[in-house]
């Protein structure tokens, strides 16, 4: 599994680095790391490994598999009553074959269906990775220091624009947006190891890290991003410390299920009123101020949607069909945005129920975890924040942030199973 690390490692640090660099190979090279990687572990798979593997992701595997699977079928022939209705209405028109690709543009779909199945290879390879206790702390602050310089990048510009390049700001709120996550467990491990009497000079060390990288994350998330971003970063939060205050207080069950209906109620009282605040698609309230004739040309895309999407990745591409200026380029207000326009109402059912399945498997594994607690609680707290903040900005979009959470959401599952460290 040694070659697995490496290439998982590799795929982490090279995807972000190069994103926040403006690079435009970093996705590219973060999936050749993710292929390596699960080629890696395919040949040093055990049976072991393979019995942890199913049982960590006992709680989904149809729907990883259907994703890519439905992103595939936008490139084959289907007929056009199917697709988007420009494409009906083009072929009504001129005539020519009844049948064709659902998507606008196949090359992008196919980047698209790469960038999916590298996500997917990196979950893979990061659940057989880190079952190994120390890989899973290596990881984790791996994952942890890439996020706090990406926020501290936002930081350092936004505060004094000389000292630092100008980053994608949706790319760099949503790492700081995970990061805060990350680096609040680097936190809770520092703890948990000095309660276990491990080196308290390293635990005091490995938790100031943790302090510095979640007040990096905590000015970026809540002093210098929207209030929509704040407002997701906050229930990652909440529900950090509601797993805490489970597990130290050792309430009954009774008792725990009714602080979390609590919490659950709460956060439905919020997202509804964020919700309300604002008029017209569900998709387009969480997202920034935009002009009106933008929002419109939006409105309409969106009308025009419908179960398969305009090909995944598309949006750009089919945006140019409603804008008024034909040189204009309309991109995606959010992630929830792009993902339902481009793979329709099949494609945006799907990522919501990976979203809420694996979030329901961490919380509870978390819960069950033990000492360890802190790994899947900080998976569980970055996909709840990943889940609101898709609906507030675009940041989800890229790459680096996909391939992030991929990582982050195998090393929880891997460690709410496992039951002992090394091999």
């Not at 467990?185 to 490995?206: G, P």
């Not at 407002?231 to 069950?253: E, K, T």
């Not at 602080?259 to 017209?280: D, P, R, W």
């Amino acid at each position: 599994m040694s070659l697995a690390y490496f290439a998982l490692i590799v795929s982490i640090v090279s995807a972000s680095a190069l994103e926040i660099a403006g690079a435009k190979f970093g996705a590219q090279l973060g999936s050749m790391a993710a292929a390596l990687g699960l080629l890696a572990a395919a040949s040093s798979t055990r049976k072991a490994d393979y019995e942890h593997y199913v049982r960590a992701t006992s709680w989904g595997r149809w729907i990883l598999i259907a994703i890519p699977l439905c992103i595939a079928a936008q490139l084959a022939p289907l007929p056009l009553s199917w697709a988007h209705p420009i494409w009906a209405s083009a072929h009504d028109s001129l005539g020519g074959f009844s049948l064709g690709p659902i998507t606008a543009d196949i090359g992008l779909t196919v980047d698209a269906l790469v960038l999916v199945l590298a996500a997917i290879s990196l979950l893979g390879v990061a659940i057989l990775v880190v079952r190994n206790r120390s890989r899973a702390e290596l990881v984790l602050f791996v994952l942890s220091g890439v996020t706090a310089v990406a926020a501290l990048v936002l930081d350092l510009h936004r505060l004094s624009p000389g000292l630092a390049a100008a980053a994608p700001s949706d790319l760099t709120t949503t790492l700081a947006g995970l990061g805060l996550m990350l680096n609040l467990a680097v936190m809770q491990l520092a703890a948990e190891r000095a309660e276990t009497h491990h080196s308290v000079l390293r635990s005091v060390f490995i938790g100031l890290c943790g302090l510095v990288g979640a007040l990096a994350c905590a000015i970026a998330i809540f002093g210098l991003s929207g209030t929509n971003s704040a407002v997701a970063a906050s229930f990652g939060v909440v529900l950090i410390l509601l797993i805490l205050v489970i597990r130290r207080l050792d309430l009954s069950p009774l008792a725990a299920t009714a602080l979390s209906v609590a919490a659950l109620i709460g956060a439905a009282i919020v997202l509804t009123f964020l919700f309300e605040k604002n008029s017209g698609p569900v998709l387009l309230r969480l997202v920034p101020e935009m002009g009106t004739e933008t929002k419109a040309a939006l409105e309409r895309m969106l009308a025009d949607t419908r179960w398969f999407g305009a090909g995944a990745g598309t949006f750009a591409a089919v945006g140019r069909i409603y804008q008024n200026d034909a040189g204009a380029l309309l991109t995606a207000p959010s992630a929830a945005t792009a993902v339902f326009a481009g793979m329709g109402w099949i494609g945006f059912a799907a990522m919501m129920a990976v979203s809420l399945i694996a979030l329901v498997r961490l919380f509870f594994g978390a819960l069950r975890r033990g000492r360890d607690s802190f790994f899947p609680a900080a998976a569980a707290a970055c996909v709840l924040f990943a889940l609101v903040q898709s609906f507030a900005g675009p940041g989800l979009l890229r790459p680096a942030a996909i391939l992030c959470l991929s990582v982050i959401v195998g090393l929880g599952l891997s460690q709410s199973v496992s039951q002992s460290g090394s091999r």
